[in-house]
Each structure stands twice: as C-alpha cells, then as structure tokens.
C-alpha cells in the first residue's frame, strides 16, 4: 500500500493504493479521521518522530493529546489495517467498542460505463412514475448536484456552535435559590422540594431563549434537509430513482442492503435516529395547529439535532463510495472606488462554475463478485 499523507498540522486524511487487486475489490481508497461522537472530521499534530500527538474533532472538539493520543492513533490504524480487506469488497467496518477516533475508508470501486449507460437507459425506457423522481428528472452524472447540495449544507452548519441547548447553567444565579414548590408522595414517605434561582439578567431572558431556540431550528432544519438531499442523491445513482417524500427513513429504508450495513457499522444508532426526525423538514417546518408543539419540541432538543447531523455526515460519506462527487471553482474579482465627493464604494463579482458527478460503478456485479471472497 503506498500512501500519502500530510506531516505536521493538518486534517487526518490520505489517499491509498493496492496493489494486490483482484475482481471486485477496490484498487484505492481515500481514508479520512472520523469522531465517533459526531462522526466529524479530525485534525492532527505530530512530532519529529511522525507520533499523533494530538487528535481532535473539527466538529465537536473532542481531543486527546500526548501519549494518549500516541496510543489512540496506533489502534486507529491497526484497525484500520484489519478493516481493509472487507471495506475493498464494499462490505462494513468493525470498529472498536470504546473507540473515540476511526478512520474511516472510502474504497473507490471499479467503473464500467457501458454498464451503467444501459442501466439507465433501461430505466429511462420504463416511463414516469409520478410518486418518485427518477433518471427523466435527474440524468446521469446530476445527482451530484443534490450530494453538492447536502455537502455544502452541512459545511455551513458546521460553523454553528456543537453545544446548543437553550437554557445554560451561566444563565442563572445558584447562590441565590428560591423553594418554588413542595411536593409529599408515596404516601407521606418522601418529600419532594422544588428549588429553582433567579435568571442573571431577567430583561434579556425572554430574548436570549428565542435566539438560542432559533439557532437550534435552524441547525436542524438544515441537517435534516442535508439528510434527504443526501439519501436522494444516493438512491438516485444507485437505484435510479428515490421517492417523492421528505420521510427521511422512508427513504433510507429503501436504500441498498449493502448501503445501510456500511452505514449501521459506522452508526450503530442512525436508524432510530432517522425514525425519531423522519419528519423534522416534511411536516414540522409548518407550525401548524396539529403539529406546532410537537414540531418545535423536536426542532428545539439538541440532542436529537446533533445526532441527526451525525447521520448527515455518515450519509456524505455513503454517497462518495456510491460514486457521487463535485466541483465548485470561484473567482472573484474586488473594486475599491472613491468618487469626488469621497463617497467609497467596495464590489465584489463572483464567476461561479459548479459541476455534479457521478461514477457508473456497477455495484450489483460487484456486490455478486464479492461473495465468493467474503472475508
């Protein structure tokens, strides 16, 4: 395996190859650090002897650094090594159990385009179903565009802070309690006593909640979007169509088998996940009568909302080995002007030129070859 990789201060990635490839095994791979808390991106630190002496989450900030960072990094990539050779037949990972760190490996399968341009045209051939969008909606090499869309959806959600609850323990004064209310149950044995404290700054309360309850909508709205862009974009390239539903498990329960093992294996939990938000940007981004509370009950706990951003950057990861890829180039161009009266003026211009891409990777022949050479 030859590999590259960055040596000082930089995000945990490389690229792989193999040498030893046989049929239906992956010839390279693009192995990138993964939080197991978040599933973000990781940053690393080495020093003169090339050790990992720090590793920490982009997303979630989670680190260890030192010699335990040292010992993190070995079992990282001794697993790593033992993962390889199912991940190159398109078959799940084992992680460890009490792993903080993984890397995770992104095999790029072969590519057959005659396979792929009769498959389609095949699909083409059978007509409009008018519950799902398909290949008349989204012709070969599009569905990039929807992976673009969830990419860059979560790449600005990522900037929102990880830790969004809406009431903080700073907010409120603890020195100062006060005995809201007393409560005696099981018949007299136990008393329960309600102790609460004043908020710091009363004025602002009211003000500072609505924020930090907008702050989490908008966060969910968009990762749970990112979530269904995502699922179609990978329905679409593997299957050719994905259904007309903003249900995220619905979709992802339509997903190839292959498809949700490798997703399962990298987030035990993403199918509960999925059913508990299914309808987080289909029915409660409406606060309507029937599901207002409901919906912003959901849209407000962080916790549901973290862990759904989690899902989306498990299924970024699913649709780049399903083959979906983009490319965004900008140039801009800036002007200063000053007119006679001093009057300062500043414009931008931007050329944008984005791309979305899909390989023909002929997974059903793949996934057949695999068997006989299952690990």
């Known amino acids: 395996m030859d590999q590259k990789a960055d040596t000082i201060a930089a995000e945990i990635k490389w690229s792989a190859e193999f040498d030893d490839q046989s049929a239906g095994e992956a010839a390279s791979a693009a192995i990138k650090g993964r939080c197991t808390k978040c599933w973000g991106r990781l940053f690393g630190q080495r020093d003169e002897e090339k050790r990992w002496t720090e590793i920490k989450c982009l997303s979630c900030e989670r680190s ?10 070995k079992k990282m990539w001794c697993e ?18 009490d792993a903080k760190f993984v890397l995770k490996i992104l095999p790029e399968m072969d590519r057959d385009t005659a396979y792929f341009d009769r498959r389609v045209k095949a699909t083409v051939a059978k007509g409009r179903n008018r519950n799902t969008i398909s290949r008349h909606d989204f012709p070969k090499g599009t569905p990039g565009y929807l992976y673009l869309q969830a990419c860059t959806f979560m790449a600005g959600s990522g900037r929102l802070p990880y830790e969004k609850s809406v009431f903080q323990y700073s907010d409120y004064d603890f020195e100062v309690p006060h005995i809201s209310g007393i409560e005696v149950v099981n018949h007299g044995s136990e008393v329960r006593v309600s102790a609460g404290a004043p908020h710091r700054n009363p004025q602002s309360a009211e003000r500072v909640t609505t924020e930090r309850m907008g702050m989490i909508m908008i966060s969910g709205m968009t990762v749970a979007f990112a979530c269904e862009l995502a699922l179609k974009a990978i329905l679409i390239t593997r299957l050719d169509e994905a259904k007309k539903t903003h249900d995220l498990y619905d979709l992802f329960v339509d997903l190839p088998e292959d498809c949700k093992a490798r997703m399962k294996a990298d987030f035990i939990e993403i199918e509960d996940v999925l059913k508990n938000g299914r309808h987080i940007f289909g029915r409660w981004r409406y606060f309507e009568t029937d599901v207002g509370e409901m919906g912003m009950q959901a849209l407000v706990n962080h916790e549901r909302v973290s862990m759904l951003a989690k899902v ?21 161009e800036a002007e200063f002007k000053r007119d006679r009266a001093d009057d300062e003026s500043y414009v931008e211009e931007y050329d944008l030129n984005i791309t979305g891409t899909e390989a023909p990777i002929p997974w059903d022949r793949l996934l057949t070859q695999r068997s006989a050479k299952r690990p």
Do not use: F, T, W
């Open 64 to 73: 260890v650094e030192g010699i335990d960072a040292v010992r993190e990094a």
């Open 80 to 97: 790593m090594d033992k993962n390889l050779p199912a991940v190159r037949l398109g078959l799940p990972a084992n992680y460890r159990g």
């Open 312 to 332: 989306a950057r498990v299924l970024i990861d699913e649709g780049g080995i399903a083959g979906l890829s983009y490319e965004v180039d900008v140039n801009m």
